[in-house]
């Protein structure tokens, strides 16, 4: 998956080989490349109505992109 398909301003390819590393991967990638962004992020609940709609999202992006 790349950086903009997880919500991110870049193309940059991240990989996992499950959800959850694929997860962090892209958390890591946020904290080294867009530190303001992932920061948004840490600091919003999970029960935030953005975060829910962006972990569906996730979900359904990772179902369909199959080879990373
Ligand atoms: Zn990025």
Redesign the pocket.
């Known amino acids: 998956m790349?950086?903009?398909q997880?919500g991110?301003?870049?193309?940059?390819e991240?990989v996992g080989a499950t959800k959850e590393e694929m997860m962090a991967n892209g958390m890591a990638?946020?904290d080294a490349?867009?530190p303001e962004?992932a920061a948004d992020i840490k600091a919003m609940p999970h029960d935030d109505p953005k975060m829910i709609a962006w972990n569906e999202k996730f979900n359904a992006d990772w179902e369909t992109t199959p080879e990373n």
Do not use: R, S
Not at 8 to 12: D, F, K
């Open positions: 790349t950086c903009a997880m991110g301003p870049c193309t940059a991240v990638h946020m490349a867009h962004m």
